[in-house]
């Protein structure tokens, strides 16, 4: 939630956004867990099929490091 022009944010709304903002951190700190691999941050220049198997594996590699 954003403030508004001359109003605080209330207790309720504070923790909100930081619920919010520690799932966010969660969820990006796996993303650069994932970009490591550089299957996603480069362009992907092999078969299409194996695309989705490269991406499982690492996604299991990742998971198991959690």
């Known amino acids: 939630m ?3 022009k001359n ?3 209330s207790k309720k709304e504070k923790a909100i956004n ?7 951190i969660l969820i990006e700190n796996i993303n650069a867990k994932f970009k490591t691999f550089k299957i996603t941050a ?12 490269r ?12």
């Open 2 to 4: 954003k403030k508004q």
């Open 7 to 9: 109003k605080e944010l």
């Open 18 to 24: 930081r619920k919010i903002s520690q799932e966010r």
């Open 42 to 53: 480069n362009k992907y220049r092999n078969r299409r099929q194996r695309f989705e198997l």
């Open 55 to 66: 991406t499982s594996l690492i996604c299991g590699i990742i998971n198991s490091e959690l």
